[in-house]
């Protein structure tokens, strides 16, 4: 399905200079998970800022983003990184930070950002896509063919 957008909207893919829309994209979403709390917002930003920049400069990162009327209104985001070898590729990623504001939400944007950095991942030839969904997201990322797998994580 190909999304139509009204002509107010429309989607991109970021570069190191959409650092701190993303930063900022990812304070609101942190915010909205109860991640982090909004009074730390403005001490959060400037090394999320750095690290985005950093990430895109360094090509270890693919960001997508939603443009309403000119400002950052979503983004979903894949991180590369190895692992121990494999016989074809180390590379893997990481699909996170998908967020997308309020006002923009149920119209099928999340799909399409999330279908756009799935693609960028698959472009580089990954051996494997992981991400970490809520209760609320589960059901989007099975849709694209994610299932639950056996991992165990220390946090």
């Not at 939400?105 to 809520?134: S, Y």
Request: glycine fraction near 8%; charge should be positive; charged fraction near 25%.
């Amino acid at each position: 399905m190909v999304l139509q957008m009204p002509a107010a909207l429309a989607l991109r893919q970021a570069d190191a200079f959409d650092a701190s829309a993303l930063a900022e994209l990812r304070a609101a979403g942190l915010i909205e998970l109860g991640l982090l709390d909004p009074l730390a917002a403005d001490a959060f930003l400037p090394r999320a800022r750095h690290e985005y920049w950093t990430l895109l400069r360094e090509d270890r990162l693919a960001a997508w983003m939603l443009q309403a009327g000119g400002r950052a209104a979503g983004c979903a985001c894949v991180v590369f990184f190895d692992r121990l070898p494999y016989p074809q590729t180390s590379l893997h990623a990481e699909l996170a930070g998908v967020y997308v504001a309020g006002p923009y939400r149920r119209q099928g944007i999340a799909r399409e950002l999330v279908t756009e950095a799935l693609a960028a991942a698959r472009a580089r030839g990954v051996r494997k896509i992981v991400l970490h969904p809520t209760d609320r997201t589960r059901e989007l990322y099975r849709s694209f063919g994610f299932s639950e797998s056996g991992q165990m994580r220390m946090s």
